[in-house]
């Protein structure tokens, strides 16, 4: 089996999507002899070893959405058809697909949320959405997503059979013990935190009304006017708008790489996701992956991915939230149950199934294309 894996949006900085179709490209190679993951690169000079891991088809021509979905559809059927491909799988959403039997089609659509949240979206992206995404159950073999809550939201805002999505729960690198304690006891990187004496919470990810960190910026400062000294670290790709920061409530630090984040999971009080929606939500699983506490919404995908790993709190209650953080603040054998039970879940999200169920649907696909032709 040759597989292409459309790249889009990867280049050198990964976020969520990018780390998932990484991790899941060296999963699947390694899970199985016979499949040969080609990956479809509009970035020829991406610093990223990635690209040097794998074959590499270049198409420049694709680096900016317009084109994806103006172009895209013809040149990737014509990169197909040139390097004798099986699958094209779009793991980023956005299914330039035509509706073709020349070669199958696969997308992995994370989450519906252009389609709940049209407002805080660019409108090229809403555009993406309304046409590309429910298009998708006639231009694709399968979809893809990441749990069964944006499963239901798929079928519900996009339309798209429920039996033409198929859930594969993402996995999550899990630290093992001594890995975390050799974190633990390590130095701070220079010039990362203001100081380590103090306690802190920790936030991953973009800055936007749907993420809601508004909301846990005005938990930490209830927090530090009742219960004294604390504060809220900001890592992610943006610097927020609007929000004050490096201040005595805020500290942001911008991007950093695995071993830094790494870092800075495990030395915070807990890691906060207070996001109004998720498809799956990395970072919570990222943290109880770590032996850290995660506090999340209790909203859609995270109760069903994080389960008795995390603490639940209503994403739209200030006071909910810093009474959660204060109990892990205070409560030693709280924190600590907290951890081993999300350690526990953590465990269950491998890349190891989530290749081999991936793999899986690609043969699943191929028979059923091979039975078709036979039939005709």
Request: charged share 20%; net charge neutral; aromatic share 8%.
């Amino acid at each position: 089996m040759r597989i292409g894996l459309f790249t889009y949006g990867m280049n050198d900085k990964l976020t969520g999507i990018g780390r998932y179709a990484m991790q899941l490209s060296y999963a699947m190679r390694k899970a199985a002899s016979d499949v040969e993951i080609v990956l479809i690169n509009p970035y020829p000079h991406s610093p990223l070893t990635w690209y040097q891991d794998f074959p590499v088809v270049s198409v420049p021509s694709l680096q900016r959405l317009p084109a994806v979905v103006v172009w895209g559809p013809i040149a990737l059927e014509r990169i197909a058809a040139r390097h004798h491909l099986d699958i094209l799988h779009d793991p980023c959403g956005i299914a330039p697909f035509l509706p073709t039997q020349a070669v199958r089609h696969v997308v992995t659509i994370h989450d519906a949320i252009p389609l709940i949240y049209p407002q805080l979206n660019p409108w090229l992206g809403r555009l993406v959405f309304h046409t590309g995404v429910p298009w998708s159950r006639s231009t694709t073999a399968k979809v893809i997503t990441d749990s069964l809550s944006a499963q239901a939201d798929l079928a519900e805002y996009a339309r798209i059979p429920k039996s033409h999505i198929m859930v594969i729960y993402p996995g999550v690198d899990v630290l093992d013990p001594d890995e975390v304690t050799s974190l633990r006891q390590a130095a701070c990187p220079p010039g990362l935190l203001e100081s380590m004496g103090e306690p802190y919470f920790l936030y991953v990810g973009a800055i936007n009304p749907r993420k809601n960190v508004a909301r846990i910026i005005e938990a930490v400062k209830m927090l530090q006017e009742q219960y004294g000294r604390t504060r809220l670290i900001i890592v992610g790709p943006d610097k927020p708008s609007g929000i004050p920061v490096n201040s005595d409530v805020v500290q942001y630090i911008g991007y950093v790489d695995q071993k830094t984040l790494d870092f800075l999971y495990v030395h915070a009080s807990a890691v906060l996701v207070p996001s109004l929606y998720e498809g799956f939500g990395f970072p919570a699983l990222e943290a109880m992956a770590r032996h850290t506490v995660a506090i999340v919404s209790n909203v859609s995908s995270l109760p069903e991915v994080t389960r008795d790993g995390a603490m639940h709190v209503d994403p739209h209650s200030t006071k909910a939230w810093v009474t959660a953080m204060h109990s892990v603040l205070i409560d030693q054998e709280l924190r600590e149950g907290m951890a081993r039970r999300g350690y526990s879940v953590a465990q269950t999200f491998t890349w190891e199934k989530a290749a081999r169920d991936t793999i899986a649907l690609y043969r699943q696909v191929l028979l059923g294309q091979s039975a078709r032709e036979e039939s005709s």
